[in-house]
């Protein structure tokens, strides 16, 4: 069992230190200064397209980049997946990533679904959507991971969202709902 905490933070947007990652930025500042905080931008490990081969040749054990991400994920007591809303989902290198581990809990010597099985997952999500709207934009983004963190047997900490249409324009209600989304939980 891990005693320290892990913070993991899964950076998924096309755009570097754009909203999505800022928001998160903001919310990780409030943790404690004891939590360790590892910060992966999926742009930075780029994985190859996902291909379903698990009733034919079945999976290999991950290398390079894919290796990296393993890693980072199965080292996370807490995953926090950063994605941008695209199109009422999560942004498409979240999605691999996560095509991805259909692979990854598939391979013995990995443990990755046992692994992560009672640790948290958490969800930081920006949408365009004005401040206040309830158009629903990133609640399939929401559902996605929280039915991810379930089907894992993870614990699911909960989404922090945030609207901003131009970069620099997060809302003020979601930087402060920021500063103890963490923590109170």
């Known amino acids: 069992m891990l005693c320290v905490a892990v913070f993991v933070f899964v950076l998924a947007s096309t755009r570097r230190d754009g909203n999505s990652?800022?928001?998160a930025r903001a919310a990780a500042s409030a943790l404690p200064a004891d939590v360790q905080q590892r910060w992966v931008r999926l742009?930075?490990?780029?994985?190859?397209?996902?291909?379903?081969?698990?009733?034919?040749?079945?999976?290999?054990?991950?290398?390079?980049?894919?290796r990296t991400l393993v890693?980072?994920?199965?080292?996370?007591t807490d995953l926090v997946i950063v994605t941008p809303v695209n199109w009422y989902s999560v942004s498409w290198l979240a999605k691999?990533?996560?095509?991805?581990?259909?692979a990854w809990m598939r391979i013995p010597k990995l443990?990755?679904?046992s692994t992560l099985a009672g640790r948290r997952m958490w969800g930081v999500v920006v949408d365009s959507g004005e401040s206040g709207t309830a158009d629903g934009s990133s609640a399939p983004v929401v559902d996605t991971?929280?039915?991810t963190a379930e089907y894992m047997g993870m614990q699911w900490g909960g989404a922090l969202l945030g609207h901003a249409n131009r970069p620099g324009e997060l809302s003020a209600d979601a930087l402060a709902d920021a500063a103890t989304f963490f923590t109170r939980r």
């Open 145 to 147: 991971l929280r039915r």
């Open 43 to 66: 742009l930075d490990h780029p994985l190859l397209p996902f291909f379903d081969t698990r009733h034919s040749a079945g999976y290999v054990t991950p290398e390079g980049h894919e």
């Open 111 to 113: 443990a990755f679904k």
């Open 21 to 23: 990652e800022a928001l």
């Open 96 to 102: 691999l990533y996560l095509d991805h581990w259909s």
């Open 71 to 76: 890693d980072a994920t199965l080292a996370a």
